[in-house]
């Protein structure tokens, strides 16, 4: 496996799900599974920093990586949102770069925005709410928290596609297929993966998987191919 995943962890922030860094001993293709999140992501390659607004993936797909990269995420929970790059731009690969100010800022709506790290990843975040630049839909954030009264299931549906990219089904359909890879990644049985995500049998994991994660459960198992990040919560 030529990417190593360095450090991650879950966020108590409302808009962020999860911060986390890798780096690459090697180049090589992988597959990017699917994702309902946005992602703001640093790059550092050959000596140069970038800055992506990453969209969520609807399916799985093989993606290049250089050798002797560094990446450090910050991942927003779904419904977390930049009025001014909706979802639905960023969706499939549809990625943005943001201009870079210097060796330790970026420009973000406007703004000069220092580079932030693992450990402050959260007051950086909060700063982008003070100054509007990023927000998260209240009715998004009550539909995930199972509140049943919050707007009829097709109101639903329309919310979530305007403001997450991605209809509430897709985010249920993808986050149970990344669950399952993260149960074989770590060693759980098909059977169990099955069940614990809860797919009716192993034909229909096996589709799913094919289309959100890229690869057979059994390979998976194997650990024969290198995939992007995956992580017990």
Known sequence: MFIVFDQDRPSDSPLIERVWSCHSEGGGTFSSV?????????????GTVSVTLRGPETRARPVHCPSHGEWFAIRFKPGTFLPSLPALRLIDGNDVSLPVAGKDSFWLQGARWEFPNFENA????LRLKKANVIARDS?????LEGDPQ??????IQRRFLAVCGITHTSLRQIERARLAA???AHG?????????????DQAHLTRSMRRYVGVTPATIA???QQLSFLYKK
């Open 222 to 224: 194997r650990e024969d």
């Open 150 to 155: 919050v707007l009829s299931l097709r109101s």
């Open 34 to 46: 699917a994702s309902p999140h946005c992602e703001l992501v640093f790059t550092r390659l050959n």
């Open 122 to 125: 959260e007051t950086f975040v």
């Open 182 to 184: 993260t149960l074989l």
């Open 188 to 200: 759980a049985s098909i059977g169990d993966a099955q069940h614990e995500a809860g797919f009716y």
């Open 139 to 143: 009715i998004v954030a009550a539909a």
